[in-house]
């Protein structure tokens, strides 16, 4: 006798062989059965973007030091130029 569950889970073969559809997956469909060499891509791809993130995220921190620097030197450039033009202005009165 089977049970509520067990006959909500069995399927027969023939349900299986007739209904073929991909996997739902976040980045896109995906074939049952992955092959080793599948699984060997995967692996590299996984190892290749991790290292790509760890590249972004050092340019990112460089490009914000690079920021930092520009708005200091404009900073520093635009008081610069203020107290040139105070300066003139209090020599011309």
Request: hydrophobic fraction near 30%.
């Amino acid at each position: 006798m089977r049970t509520r569950h067990l006959s909500l889970v069995t399927s027969t073969h023939s349900d299986t062989m007739t209904v073929r559809s991909n996997a739902l997956s976040p980045y896109g469909p995906v074939r049952a059965g992955l092959t080793t060499w599948q699984t060997t891509q995967d692996q590299q791809l996984t190892e290749l973007l991790s290292s790509l993130e760890r590249e972004v995220a050092t340019l990112v921190s460089k490009s914000c030091t690079v920021l930092d620097t520009c708005n200091t030197v404009t900073q520093e450039v635009s008081a610069a130029l203020s107290s040139i033009a105070t300066d003139e202005a209090g020599t011309d009165e």
